[in-house]
């Protein structure tokens, strides 16, 4: 069944046009004031207007006239470009233009002649997308002169021969669009066909004619289908009774809607409700008065966008041209008077890496000194330290619980003995205490769930406990942290019910609280998603804290997530098996401040629940992706990341666990490739990534703080002055949605929106009068960037001893010493590419 509409159309900010991708299944008939283009970038599309049909094929263009009426189909997989240009628009450019309808299809030209006029038009589509995806300083005129070309070349070239006035269709137009509009605001009282009749000087039979032969529906589906819409989304976003959504909108009682939700999803309105709400509707419901467009991952699908751009603009196998743009600022700043407050730098308490059997490997042990030799953690967290493989959990021959402390005593004497003190992650089931419901997560499998035997459970975590508390004292372990499972809100890693989430925290927490109060206990360790979507961490406080149980602290993860997370059985396989599906499969943030935007609403939500009484808080995993195959991972856009997201946040939190120290791992296969995209501070053969030099440059800021502005921190130590710079520029919007074909295994700098080199002056004033040296720190392209120095190298594959040695010794930031002299003002000038780091230390001699 369909349903038809009038689509009002949202320009883009700052352009007098709508430019997006979409994929589709069905789009149902309806028609706008503007002239649309579609250019199929993947799969096929059928295309229905009034008086024909088309099927378009990848590549093919094809215009629909402003006010026709039109529907899409497609039974596959599609990716299609749309440009949307409103008659107002259009007409200040050609007063004629309302009067002239256009013949445009690709899929009817057989030559190569016809197709070259075409080629135009997909030129001009292609640099209006990468405009407005990369949005260069003035891309809006740019985007607007590509408008004034596309015109005119239509107006030459594919003019209809038959451009007669069509006042009838507008009449009956204007008719459709009275009554829908009618519908759609009266949808939720009682629709009389004969008071609208009346209204339109119509009879009753003759307006359901009219409306079945011009709409392909009968009116009261089509009223049915609004109303339908509407519910829908009460359903799944509110938890009103079944009978009031019904009452809202229109019914005439929760039989008829019963009747008329089944016959368009096949479910009753319950049960729908619990599917979705469970995560597990797998059923696509036909278009219910709306456009059924919806997301789908279009990796490289741009290749047949992108290959019609001029040489000169870009192409997918080599760089885009370096930005001419230069961003001037200036700022003056007295020393002396922005004394002020002291620093923590809590974002060096927390590191992190993969599994607990992993730390006893010998190169991960060597990264966690080196990372503990040039910045300096205090605590660190890892997955699995209940898993099988650490071999901690048994029963004997009675069935009571028998605990082996071998390698978990060898894991934290390490991790003493480097300085470190556990964060520990109370995850996650060893086999004997699975249930039926359990499953697993990661290549090297951890099974997930509710433990099967809850007493066994605290058992062994009572032992646990006990055992450390003799081995290191009472004084040692009270300073560590017990983090009680990890992202129990999403189903990945915990199948069962929230309500069992909160049994497992209050038996957990009582369990450890009875053998010494003082041991610190938290969680729940949620996704950042889940909390700026859902109520999901109040509600949890508001469970614990009405049994007495108040946590030590409060853990989030903070990925820059905008949709919701809640994979199949079939995703979660493919989770395990291939890092890249899960993840290529969630849109990236837009939102450059997102970071802020979590600890300001998780510092909401906590202070809400438990007010002045509010634990610490901490963010036990945070980075720019969640995916171990993200390819700029490696490049120096982490290094700008990382430390645009500390100082912007500096001290915010008792804790940023950067999520992870190194890329040696086992959640997922290891990739034969050096440089694969993956989440660590460093290659899984040591070598550090720009990354890991952003941490080293920021560990050598001052605990005084001076001043901060737009990519720029001062602060001072006994050693002098210190200025930390930073040249971000995000992710572009193509990337963001997973499109991968501006990027590959040795070109990754094309997928960020153009913000053009900075050159940042800051005057200081009020400095001691005397000789100073500047010592400058610089992580760019050039220098502090292994992957970079391994493309000019020529990517070799694999890498041999002497090429390794190599690359960790060449790939160091640039370090150059100038002596200066100053009588009380010094004004420090920096130019900065995009994902330049640099760090200027002002020492007095």
């Known amino acids: 069944m369909q349903s038809y509409t009038y689509e009002n159309i949202e320009m883009d900010d700052h352009l007098p046009v709508h430019l997006f991708l979409h994929s589709t299944h069905q789009v149902p008939n309806h028609w706008h004031d503007s002239i649309e283009i579609l250019f199929v970038l993947k799969g096929k599309l059928e295309i229905f207007t009034k008086d024909r049909y088309t099927e378009l094929n990848e590549e093919d263009l094809f215009l629909i006239n402003a006010n026709e009426i039109h529907a899409i189909k497609a039974e596959e997989n599609n990716l299609v470009l749309a440009l949307q240009v409103p008659v107002s628009y259009l007409l200040q450019i050609e007063p004629q233009i309302e009067k002239i309808s256009f013949e445009c299809n690709s899929a009817t030209a057989s030559s190569d002649e016809e197709q070259s006029k075409f080629d135009e038009l997909r030129t001009l589509l292609a640099e209006m997308m990468l405009l407005h995806n990369k949005r260069p300083q003035g891309y809006h005129l740019r985007i607007q002169s590509c408008l004034l070309n596309l015109t005119y070349l239509l107006m030459q070239g594919f003019c209809a021969q038959d451009q007669g006035p069509e006042k009838q269709e507008d009449k009956h137009r204007e008719r459709l669009l009275r009554i829908t509009s009618y519908v759609k605001e009266n949808y939720n009282r009682a629709i009389n066909i004969q008071q609208l009749a009346l209204q339109e000087y119509l009879t009753v039979p003759y307006l359901s004619r009219f409306f079945k032969e011009y709409m392909g529906t009968s009116f009261t589906k089509y009223v049915n289908a609004v109303r339908l819409d509407k519910a829908v989304k009460d359903l799944t976003l509110t938890n009103l009774s ?89 700022h003056k700043i007295s020393i002396e008077s922005n004394q002020g407050k002291k620093l923590a730098h809590t974002w060096k308490k927390l590191m992190t890496v993969g599994k607990a059997k992993e730390v006893l490997f010998a190169e991960v042990q060597r990264h966690i000194k080196q990372l503990q030799r040039e910045i300096g953690f205090q605590y660190i967290r890892f997955h699995g330290i209940f898993d099988d493989e650490m071999m901690i959990y048994g029963e004997d021959e009675r069935g009571e619980v028998s605990l082996n402390f071998a390698y978990s005593d060898s894991l934290f004497d390490f991790l003493l003995s480097a300085g470190l003190k556990p964060f520990l992650e109370l995850s996650f089931l060893p086999r004997q205490l699975a249930g039926d419901g359990a499953t697993s997560v990661f290549y090297k499998k951890s099974l997930v769930g509710s433990p099967k035997d809850l007493g066994k459970w605290n058992q062994m975590i009572h032992q646990f406990i006990k055992h450390y508390i003799l081995r290191y004292g009472i004084h040692e372990v009270r300073q560590w942290y017990f983090e009680v499972w990890n992202e129990p809100d999403i189903h990945i890693f915990w199948p069962d019910s929230n309500e069992a989430y909160c049994e497992l925290f209050i038996s957990t927490f009582q369990t450890i609280k009875s053998i010494d109060p003082e041991l610190r206990v938290g969680g729940p360790g949620i996704l950042s998603l889940t909390m700026l979507q859902s109520d999901w961490l109040t509600r949890f406080l508001h469970d614990v804290c009405r049994r007495d149980v108040k946590p030590d602290f409060i853990s989030i993860h903070s990925y820059p997530y905008d949709e919701s997370l809640r994979p199949s059985n079939v995703t979660q396989m493919d989770y395990e098996e291939n890092p890249d599906v899960l993840f290529q499969k969630i849109e990236l943030s837009a939102d450059i401040e997102y970071l802020s935007r979590v600890i300001i609403k998780l510092k909401e939500a906590v202070t809400e629940v438990m007010g002045k009484d509010a634990p610490e808080l ?42 992870t120290a190194t890329d040696l791992l086992e959640e997922f296969k290891m990739s034969s490739e050096m440089f694969h995209g993956g989440l660590g501070l460093m290659t899984y053969n040591g070598i550090p990534k720009p990354a890991f030099y952003a941490f080293k440059l920021l560990a050598k800021l001052g605990r005084q703080f001076i001043h901060q502005g737009k990519g720029y921190y001062i602060t001072s130590s006994d050693m002098g002055l210190q200025v930390l710079m930073y040249a971000y520029a995000h992710i572009d919007s193509l990337y963001q949605k997973g499109d991968a074909s501006l990027i590959s ?3 990754r700098y094309d997928v960020f929106e153009e913000d053009g080199a900075i050159e940042l002056t800051l005057e200081l004033t009020d400095l001691h009068p005397g000789v100073y040296t500047l010592k400058r720190h610089t992580i760019n392209r050039q220098y502090g960037s292994a992957f970079d120095l391994w493309v000019q190298m020529g990517a070799p594959h694999p890498i041999d001893a002497d090429t390794l040695d190599y690359l960790k010794q060449a790939s160091c930031p640039q370090l150059a010493f100038e002596q200066i002299e100053i009588t009380g003002t010094y004004s420090l000038v920096s130019k900065l590419s995009p994902h330049e780091v640099q760090l200027m230390e002002l020492m007095r001699l």
């Open 242 to 330: 079944i009978t009031q959504i019904a009452h809202d909108h229109g019914f005439p009682n929760l039989k008829s809607f019963n009747a008329v939700f089944k016959e368009f999803y096949r479910q009753t309105p319950g049960e729908y409700r619990k599917t979705v709400l469970e995560g597990r509707s797998s059923f696509q419901k036909n278009s219910v008065a709306q456009f059924n467009y919806f997301d789908m991952n279009p990796s490289h699908a741009f290749e047949s966008l992108f290959k019609y751009l001029p040489n000169n603009l870009v192409s997918a196998t080599s760089n885009l041209p370096v930005p001419l743009t230069l961003h001037k600022q200036s």
């Open 618 to 659: 901490h963010m036990t995993e945070w980075n720019a992706t969640g995916s171990h195959r993200d390819l700029v991972n490696d490049t120096c856009f982490k290094a700008a990341y990382i430390v645009k997201n500390v100082l912007e946040n500096m001290d915010g939190l008792h804790s940023f666990g950067y999520w």
């Open 745 to 747: 295994r040795t070109n």
